[in-house]
């Protein structure tokens, strides 16, 4: 529970009292590569907390999957249509290797939210801090190439690469695998 503690930690310090309030509501699961943890259209009415594996996030888009977030180790996976809004997510995820997760239902959170301040403050922090990351994704979308886009994705998280297969990678960065391909030569 190592990678969960920490991504807690990390977001917004509590208590040691509040922490285990948090974790006492956590069920951990062990799912296998493929499985789908929640589909678009549908109101996904949990929170998970990767503590070992990799998912991506992605919709359908004129009969193709785009991919546009993975997450690793330490990372939450939530709809935020479903978190905010109650209503149907716009995204499916599915887990790319066999994965141990921890799960959380939006209710649980929500009555902490309710019942603890600290608690409540961190969900706030998590929602400022997904809230900065969607909008570094936007604009890095906006304004860099996508040579640049796949340098910065080598910098920041150069493991995607070794675990994630090559045509999850373009799609994320926009490209057809062929560009990805001739990116990839460029940059060697």
């Not at 929170?47 to 690793?72: L, S």
């Not at 978190?83 to 959170?109: H, I």
């Not at 400022?128 to 979308?141: C, D, G, P, Q, V």
């Amino acid at each position: 529970m190592e990678a969960v503690t920490g991504t807690i930690n990390s977001i917004y310090p509590l208590s040691e009292q509040a922490r285990r309030e948090l974790m006492a509501t956590l069920c951990k699961l062990e799912l296998t590569k493929g499985h789908i943890l929640f589909r678009e259209g549908e109101v996904s009415t949990k929170v998970f907390f990767i503590e070992k594996g990799i998912a991506r996030a992605f919709c359908y888009r004129n009969d193709q999957e785009v991919t546009f977030w993975f997450g690793t180790e330490g990372d939450l996976i939530f709809s935020y249509y479903s978190y905010v809004a109650n209503k149907p997510g716009y995204e499916t995820v599915e887990l790319l290797e066999p994965s141990e997760v921890y799960v959380l239902e939006l209710e649980q959170l929500q009555a902490l939210f309710r019942t603890n301040i600290e608690i409540a403050n961190w969900g706030r922090k998590l929602a400022e801090y997904e809230l900065i990351k969607t909008e570094e994704r936007f604009i890095a979308f906006q304004f860099q190439s996508a040579t640049q886009r796949y340098k910065s994705l080598l910098e920041q998280d150069p493991q995607l690469l070794q675990r994630v297969p090559l045509y999850h990678i373009a799609s994320y960065l926009g490209v057809t695998q062929v560009t990805l391909s001739r990116i990839r030569a460029e940059i060697r």
